[in-house]
């Protein structure tokens, strides 16, 4: 609302901005290995929350955000969950749009009942400055305001690849590894899930087991507003906070293979992401 000392179309603009869904989460990103040695790290993270009914709003209001062009933070929807397809029907969809109905292709193919959801939103990286990676993104998908489930998009460098787990955010139970991410872990785990979806903050912890936990990695951040101000802040924090990233995991790396931690190469496992199109079902699909 506005104040009553609050006039013109500078104040009108502020409020429409205050609406917004859509919002940066800063805070950290905290590691930590059990065994064979204990190795723990942290570091400062911000990730973008976009409201994907508001990408087109956002186009039109910030400079500095697109979807439809290069821009120093932009989301394009071939980014992310890449081993779906986009539906035919939905090329020449905005971004936001497409997106969505990629998010809801991909959900219903790993077993989500997605006949009541309304509203999906993604916590992640965009291209910062035409730079993209990221190591997770996470996708919420939302039923009359609640959190009803969520895609993890787990990606992997150098190899570039990626596998997408659900997780029931009102049943969540353990999911099998089945993804290579790190040359230090096998296989043989799973990962059980703690998540606080974004509100006022967030917080996205994630275990793996194996008879006991042997690593845990978390996230957790403060909502803020998006608007200029705060980006300004964002970018002298983080120039180009996809280069950080990178340059973080190599150096994480690096330090395991001095403690001596055992090795592991690439490993696959056939469980592909059916190719299934949106009002597809595939009960057979596992995540």
């Known amino acids: 609302m506005l104040s009553p000392h609050s006039t013109g179309p500078s104040a009108s603009n502020e409020a429409i901005k205050n ?18 040695k204990v190795h723990e790290f942290t570091y400062p993270l911000y990730m973008n929350f976009i409201d994907l009914d508001e990408v087109e709003l956002l186009n039109k209001k910030f400079w500095w955000f697109s979807s439809l062009r290069w821009a120093p933070l932009q989301l394009k929807a071939t980014d992310y969950l890449k081993n779906m397809a986009s539906p035919q029907s939905d090329h020449h969809s905005d971004t936001g749009t497409r997106l969505k109905a ?55 460098t150098p190899w570039n690849n990626t596998h997408s787990y659900l997780i029931d ?29 974004p509100t006022s903050n967030t917080k996205i912890t ?41 340059r973080a995991i190599y150096w994480q790396a690096l330090k395991l293979y001095i403690k001596g931690i055992r090795y592991v190469p690439y490993q696959t496992k056939k469980t592909e992401l059916p190719k299934a199109a949106p009002g597809e079902s595939n009960s057979k699909s596992k995540p």
Not at 175 to 183: A, L, Q, Y
């Open 102 to 156: 990629v998010t809801l292709a991909t959900a219903q193919a790993l077993g989500a009942d997605v006949s009541r959801v309304d509203r999906v939103c993604v916590l992640a990286q965009l291209r910062c400055f035409g730079i993209y990676f990221s190591p997770v993104n996470f996708f919420f998908l939302y039923e009359n305001n609640t959190a009803k489930y969520l895609i993890a998009e787990v990606s992997n």
């Open 206 to 246: 994630i275990e793996n087991w194996r008879e006991q936990r042997l690593f845990m990695a978390v996230f957790e951040a403060q909502r803020y507003d998006i608007n200029t101000k705060k980006l300004t802040a964002i970018f002298l924090r983080w120039p180009i906070v996809t280069l950080g990233i990178v």
């Open 19 to 36: 609406t917004f869904k859509s919002a940066f989460y800063i805070g950290h990103v905290f590691h930590k290995r059990f065994v064979p």
């Open 169 to 197: 955010l009102l049943d969540p139970v353990a999911t099998e590894k089945v993804f290579h991410v790190s040359p230090f872990m096998d296989f043989d785990m799973a990962y059980k899930w703690q998540v606080k979806a």
